[in-house]
Nanobody, 127 residues
Framework: QVQLVESGGGLVQAGGSLKLSCAAS????????MAWFRQAPGKEREFVSA????????YYADSVKGRFTISRDNAKNTVDLQMNSLKPEDTAVYYC????????????????????WGQGTQVTVAS
């Protein structure tokens, strides 16, 4: 079992930055695909970014590409999401997820493939 706890959410002005962190416990994440999803009010949960355990395999939704950066620290068992140039449409609850399989460009955004989920952290971007 892997337990995931997100932190770092909050209220920020448009154009600002936030850094979300996901702390994992129970197992090392060194061989897990780690991902971030988000869910805005009244909308379905959507893929944001993923990082498989192969160095360089990072994926981003088109809506955040160039603004968000995912990174992981296997020694600390954490995965971060640096969010820059935030927009009001980035407002959502952000969830960390883990999957024991190697993500590909075709599977990274498939929520049902992720075995473990955090409780989420709220990000609100004011215009």
């Amino acid at each position: 079992q892997v337990q995931l706890v997100e932190s770092g959410g909050g209220l920020v002005q448009a154009g600002g930055s936030l850094k979300l962190s996901c702390a994992a416990s129970g197992r090392t994440i060194s061989k897990y695909t780690m991902a971030w999803f988000r869910q805005a009010p009244g909308k379905e949960r959507e893929f944001v970014s993923a990082n498989s355990w192969i160095a360089g395999n990072k994926y981003y939704a088109d809506s955040v590409k160039g603004r968000f950066t995912i990174s992981r620290d296997n020694a600390k068992n954490t995965v971060d999401l640096q969010m820059n140039s935030l927009k009001p449409e980035d407002t959502a609850v952000y969830y960390c997820a883990a999957d024991g399989r190697l993500a590909t460009a075709q599977t990274m955004g498939v929520m049902t493939l992720y075995d473990y989920w955090g409780q989420g952290t709220q990000v609100t971007v004011a215009s």
